[in-house]
Every structure is written in C-alpha cells, then in structure tokens.
C-alpha cells in the first residue's frame, strides 16, 4: 500500500512536469511512510564516501546463472521494474535503472548527500516515533572520496555520527592501516559489529589486542538494540574476503572468511541467552552469499546486506529449516535508504514492510547542520577537487560486469601515458557518473580510483599469465557457488578483446583473447600491459588519479565510442542482461 | 589470565619441541607422504581408497583461502574408536599433507595448517575401528585483487 502511494505520489508530480530537483508539496508526501509494526530499522550501504549528491547509473549486465538466473539481484533495467511493479520514466524507475539515464537524471536530478540523507533519516525516525528505530550502516562508508582518502576515513566517521548511525560493519573501512581502522572504529559513536573478523592464533600469542582473546573475536560479534518494550539483535557480518580482495598487510592480525557455522553458533547462543524479539545480520557478503546463508541458517529474521550495490526495490524471502529470512540490498553512493518495518511480538516478528527510498537531493531539503559539516570537511581540499581536467561528450559510469565507459577511460589513460598495449583495471562497483556536456573534475576521477593502494605499473607479461588473470577475477564473479564468488565485476581492459563463456568452469572461460589490431594473443608471447590497485605488493607507479587526470588535461574533450567489452557465449537471453554490445 | 594462557602455550610449545623424536625413530609413512597421487597416498597410508561418506566428521577450511602458503584446517569427529585422521590435498604434487595418528584417549580433534598450490578439494579421511570415512570441501587458491 505505501509502496503504491509513494509511486502514484511521485507518478503525479512527474507527469505534471514539476521541476522534480526543486522540493514541492507533492515531493515531501512522497517520503511519509505510513507507520507500521513497532520496530523501524534504516539501512544505507556502499555509500563509498559521497557526501554529496551525485549522479550514479545502475548497471545494464548483472548476470546470474543457474540457479541465480532471472533471480533478484540478476535482473536489470525492464525485467527489474517488471519484477517490482514500478513504471517506467518515474523518479523510481530512474533511481533503479539505467534506464534513458540520461533524461531522467536531468529530469530527477542528482541522489544521495549526507545532507539531504540526514533529513530523511530525521523523518523516518521521528514517523517511527521516539526510540524505536535503528540505523544501520552496511559498511563501504569510509572510503571512496578524495576527502575519504586524504583523511583517512575520518571525514566519514564525523559525517556518521551526525547522521546518528547506530551500528556498522565494514569491508574498505580495512583498507587503511590497522591502527587507523581501531583509531576510527574508536571515533565512531556507534558500534562496529563483525562476528567474522578474528585475530590470528598467530598474532593473539604475540599479545595483539582482541574484543575477546577466548573466541578471537577482533571486535565485538553483535549488539542488542532495546527499541520501547521490544529488543533486537544486531549481528555483524565484516566482508568475509577482504584480505584476498585487498592487501593484507594493511591489516595482518585479522584474519576474515564466511564462518555460516560460527552465524549458526552466534544466532542459537543469542537467542538462547538474551532472549530478544528479532535477530537480524547487518552484512557486507554481497546478495547473492546473503542468498545462500539465509538457506543455510535458521532463526535469522533478516539479513540486510550490502557490497555487491544491488538496489533491490523488494525484499526476497529465503526459505530455511527454521522458517523464512528476509533478504534486502540497499544499493550504493548514498542513493537510497532502505526501510524495514517490523510488527514484534514476544521473540519472534509477526508481520513486515519494506520499502527502499531513493534519496533524491532535489526533493529532501538539506540538513543544515550537515550541510555545513561537509562544507568544513571538504574546505582544505575544494580547490584540488574542483579543477576541471575535460569535458565529456559521452555518459562516463563503471558499473556492471564488464567496462563501463569510465573503465574505458582510465584504461586508455594507462595505456597512453603509461606506454602500454594492453590495460588492466579492477571491476569495483563504486564510482560516480559524469554526464554529457558536463566537466569531468579531479573529484569525478577520485571518486572512481581513491584507494589506498592506488599505484600503477607497467610491466611484460605473457598472454598466459594475462589469461590467468582473467580466468581468475571470472571464477570470482561466475563461480556456480556463491561462497566462492568476491563480489565485484570483471576486470576492465584496455586493448584485448576476448570472448566470454561465464557458464564454462574455471580455465575455460576466457577464449579468443585479441590485440587491439586483432592480432590473436599467444600464450608465450610477451606484451606490455599497465595497471593499478595490486593487491599483493605495492607498485611503483604513480597514482593512478595523477595517471588518468594527466591524460584528460592533454585530451580535453572525452568521448567514448567502443568498449573492450567481451563477446558473450552461451548467455542467450537473460534478465541480467539488456542492450549490451561488444 | 592473559599472561597464564600465553605461558600455558609457550610451555606447551616447548614440550611439543621436546617430544619431538628423530624421524627414524618413528614409523615416518615416507611413501605416502612422497605419492604423487591422493589415490597411491591413501593405498600407502591405509592400505585402501575406499571410504565411506560420514556426517560425523566436521571439516573447518575457508572457501578461499586467504594465504595459499598456509590454509588453517580442522578435523574433527564424533565417531567413535578414532585410530588416525589424515588430511590429503587432492591437487597438491604430493597430496598427502597430514597423518595424525591418535591414542585410545586422545580427542579427535586437530588443527594445522596446510599448503595448497591451487584450487583443490581438501578430503578428510577418518579411521575408526579399522574402517575408514571421510568428508571433503573445495577451498579456492586466488590471486586475489579486484574487489568491489
């Protein structure tokens, strides 16, 4: 019912050809959710540092295979709006789709901000009412910005506490050194949740510290959150593959993984001792391992998730030997702020509602407090993130599986400046969009390359060990088990071409790979390939932003018109698929 | 407290130092330990590669391994009689990583640590009152990088 009138709200001020960038009568109604149940957790995720509004586009290739075909989160552009029932052209139908993005996002404007997050935030709680509500922070907050990066998350930890995050976990918040991350978990004024970070055997016998020395638990497992007469457990679920997917030594004590036994354990001895009226899993395993664990573990009431960026506008409910737990993904770059509304009974949840609401910044006034919080923040730094490196004539985004148009750029940057035939850039699923027409900024460059092992390389590599690489990150992405999928998309690549079997088994996949010139590559020739984000050790190049910006000041007008994206094989029609050319 | 544990541990590791007897001196399984097949190691280990599935053996590995060099794994049993407990990598060169061989009293638990070149099934083979059973999971040897 809410969800229909929320539609049917935004549905009337659309179609009146309001201006839906400026905050109007009909726009406000859009954010009052009616009141249900006696319990209203808010969930954002992945919001990957973008304080201020931006513009972000969904993906057009998020295949699933198997059992995942045609499944939430594999479903995009038409089959997902069909899947939910949302109208295409709507506000809503923009937020979750790719959509004629480039209209609509001049039409609806840009999402997300701390400021406008804040008073949406403030309005949810206060239609909750005084003390009965939640926010929670899937993790992916404190990185992902210039600002993030010079201050090393902590603009992030000041921005969360003024938008009153009660609990968070966290998977980027581990790519600064481990004294950092203990640093900001002890600035944040929330709780920092993760049942599955532990502190090696290894490092516990050389004194390292430890939430717990007798389970290993490097930080405290899980909270109870007491909401008027009714209490809720709040279990932490870290990304279970940070120190493959990042450097380890950034954080060599901690050591990470799935653990679904140990949720097991943790749900039953929780519910066993402290009694409370729902237990549910703030996670950043990425939806489709939600999907898997929700099967697996019994008495979990719902796992909100995180990490693979999927605006999922309806929940799906996982059956298990215990009952049914609800699913959500909650999106990315502070686009959207889920809301779960939970009627409590005695230790157990009667009935729900979920909505995901996209935050538009031109229908949410900005928080004033806030607002000026980000302006201090960013102060020092405005100047450098400001300049104006080129023009796009092209929409530049990154995500889905295979190169975005950004991807395209940053690899044509290494190549060019870094003297390479082939490049290589990793598949992350944050990263803002630029638009046609508009100028392309060091913040826009930042916004897609800002890590903390940002050095590029070139170096000769054979055309087998360039397969292997890409054998690699595919089995991370088309693994027929979830548990062994990272999260994450394809490696972008500049100058080969290649086919694509994602269903094939590891090995088999990558075929046909080509230069530029359409030269075949060979297993035991040697090619010159550039790079950046190695996880393993630290390179020697430049930064990568100092790379691409150099190469957009030297262009300055940048347009896009062919994608090295692979030829699929054996995909045939699915919903995880939609107008892709290679 | 703390300090207590860490002594407790330190002490044991130099008991473990201290029984630890010249390889001659102990029925060493060099052949099964030189196989270069998981088949040729279980035939020298246990005089058999036939075993049985069992639920009763819980084997703690990750999916994918976070360090390739040294993957923790446990095995352990509620089966009764335990004899030995072997851990075999099937796609090692030489798959046999681990033979423990266990007294009357002992509990069937044990952890080490293993080395995997790649991608393999890691198979837990039990021995109680002179059967053998087993249960394998797969852990994923990656490059690692790319992470979204």
């Known amino acids: 019912m809410d969800r229909r009138e929320f539609l049917r709200l935004l549905g009337i001020a659309a179609a009146a050809g309001m201006p839906l960038n400026r905050a109007g009568a009909a726009d406000e109604a859009a954010y009052d959710l009616p009141a249900f149940g ?123 506490n003024r938008l009153g995050v009660d609990v968070m976990t966290g998977h980027w918040e581990f790519t600064y050194q481990d004294e950092e991350v203990l640093e900001n978990i002890a600035a944040f004024e929330g709780e920092f949740v993760a049942q599955n970070v532990r502190v090696s055997e290894e490092a516990l016998f050389e004194g390292a510290a430890a939430f717990d020395e007798d389970s290993g ?73 939600d999907l898997k664990l929700a099967s697996l573990v019994t008495g979990l009431d719902a796992i909100m998730g995180g990490h693979t960026h999927d605006g999922m506008p309806i929940p799906t409910l996982v059956s298990n030997p215990g009952g049914k737990t609800i699913v959500t993904n909650a999106g990315s770059n502070g686009k959207f702020l889920a809301v779960l509304d939970l009627d409590l009974d005695e230790g157990r949840v009667r009935d729900f509602r979920y909505t995901l609401l996209p935050v538009f910044a031109g229908m949410l006034p900005a928080d004033k407090a806030m607002a000026d919080y980000v302006a201090e923040v960013r102060a020092p730094y405005e100047d450098r993130l400001a300049e104006k490196l080129a023009v796009t004539e092209t929409t530049l985004y990154r995500r889905g599986n295979f190169n975005g148009t950004f991807d ?97 088994a590891m090995g088999q996949r990558i075929q046909d790979m080509r230069l530029a010139d359409g030269a075949a590559v060979s297993a035991g020739k040697t090619y010159r390939v550039s790079g950046w ?50 | 407290m703390l300090t207590t544990r860490r002594l407790i541990l330190k002490a044991a590791l130099a008991g473990a130092a201290l029984a630890a007897l010249p390889r001659t001196l102990l029925a060493w399984p060099e052949a099964a330990f030189t196989s270069d097949s998981a088949d040729k190691a279980m035939q020298e280990l246990f005089g058999s590669t036939a075993t049985t599935a069992s639920d009763a053996i819980t084997l703690t590995a990750p999916d994918i391994a976070e360090n390739g060099a040294v993957v923790p794994v446990t095995v352990a049993t509620s089966l009764e009689g335990v004899e030995s407990i072997g851990i075999i990598v099937s796609e090692n060169p030489s798959p046999l990583a681990a033979s423990f061989d266990l007294t009357a009293d002992a509990v069937p638990e ?35 990088g790319c992470g979204g």
């Not at chain 1, 979750?96 to 999402?111: N, S």
């Not at chain 1, 930080?219 to 450097?247: E, H, M």
């Not at chain 1, 029609?573 to 939609?578: E, I, Q, R, T, Y």
Request: glycine fraction near 10%; proline fraction near 4%; include cysteine.
């Open chain 1, 408 to 504: 395209q750029v940053i690899c044509d940057a290494l190549m060019s400046v870094k003297d390479a035939q082939i490049a290589l850039s990793p598949g992350f699923r944050w990263g803002t969009t630029v638009l046609p027409g508009q100028a392309v900024t060091m913040e826009h460059v930042l916004d897609q390359t800002c890590i903390t092992y940002p050095e590029t390389y070139a170096r000769d590599m054979t055309g087998e060990e360039i397969k292997l690489i890409l054998e690699d990150v595919a089995d991370n992405l088309f693994n027929s088990d979830p548990f062994y999928q990272q999260g994450g998309d394809m490696v972008r690549v500049g100058g080969l071409d290649y086919v694509i079997d994602p269903t094939a």
């Open chain 1, 533 to 582: 984000a190695t996880v393993g050790a630290q390179s020697d190049g430049a930064p990568i932003w100092d790379v691409v910006a150099e190469y957009l000041r030297d262009k300055k007008t940048v347009r896009v018109d062919q994608l090295n994206t692979p030829e699929l094989k054996n995909v045939g029609s699915n919903p995880g698929l939609s107008d892709y050319t290679a």
């Open chain 2, 110 to 144: 044990v952890s080490t640590r293993i080395k995997m070149g790649k991608t393999s099934d890691v198979v837990a083979v039990v021995k109680a009152n002179g059967k053998l059973y087993s249960t394998s999971k797969n852990v994923k040897v990656t490059i690692g």
């Open chain 1, 38 to 160: 006696n319990a209203r957790l808010l969930h954002f995720t992945d919001c990957h540092a973008q304080l201020n509004p931006i513009y972000f586009r969904e993906p057009n290739v998020n295949l699933g295979f198997g059992s995942m075909k045609g499944q939430r989160p594999h479903v995009v552009g038409k089959a997902l709006l069909e899947q939910a029932g949302v109208k295409a052209g709507t506000a809503r139908a923009h937020a979750l789709t790719y959509l004629d993005f480039e209209t609509l996002a001049r039409k609806y404007g840009a999402v997300g901000g701390f400021a406008h997050l804040k008073t949406l935030v403030d309005r949810m709680r206060a239609g909750a009412g005084e003390g009965r509500s939640l926010l929670l922070d899937g993790g992916d907050t404190w990185q992902g910005s210039g600002t993030a990066y010079w201050t090393r998350g902590k603009d992030m930890v000041g921005a969360c």
């Open chain 1, 217 to 289: 638990h490097a930080f405290r497992p899980y909270t109870i959150k007491t909401l008027g007469d009714r209490r809720i457990a709040v279990i932490g679920q870290a990304f279970p593959y940070t120190p493959i997917a990042n450097p380890s030594r950034f954080i060599p004590d901690w050591t990470f993984g799935i653990r679904d036994r140990d949720v097991q354990e943790l749900v039953d001895e929780i519910r066993a001792k402290e009694k409370p009226d729902a237990v549910v899993l703030l996670s950043h395993n990425g939806m489709d391992v």
